[in-house]
């Protein structure tokens, strides 16, 4: 028998930050395929420069706007919980 778990819709969302000691021009989100109900995920996070140029030891801070839905750790893993839409956001270095 095959199970079908209800998808989880991710939305992934920047905000400006603070400014940390390199430039952070960017901040590039993703997230690999479909989100399931029960899914524990990374989300990738690359801070570049203005050149383009990956910026190394930025922290990332994230946050979600539906927790009951699916929520983010520090590290930058989406657990969803259950059915429904969430916007996960992260912030870093002004972007």
Avoid: C, H
Avoid at 5 to 32: H, K
Avoid at 34 to 42: H, I, L, M, N, R
């Amino acid at each position: 028998m095959t199970v079908v778990r209800p998808l989880v819709s991710v939305l992934l969302l920047l905000v400006p930050g603070a400014a940390v000691a390199q430039a952070v021009d960017t901040l590039e989100l993703a997230v690999a395929g479909a989100v399931a109900e029960g899914d524990s995920v990374p989300i990738r996070a690359v801070a570049r420069d203005s050149a383009g140029r990956e910026v190394s030891g930025v922290p990332i801070n994230w946050f979600s706007n539906a927790p009951a839905v699916g929520d983010i750790l520090p590290n930058g893993t989406l657990v969803a919980y259950r059915a429904g839409r969430v916007a996960i956001g992260a912030f870093a270095g002004g972007k």
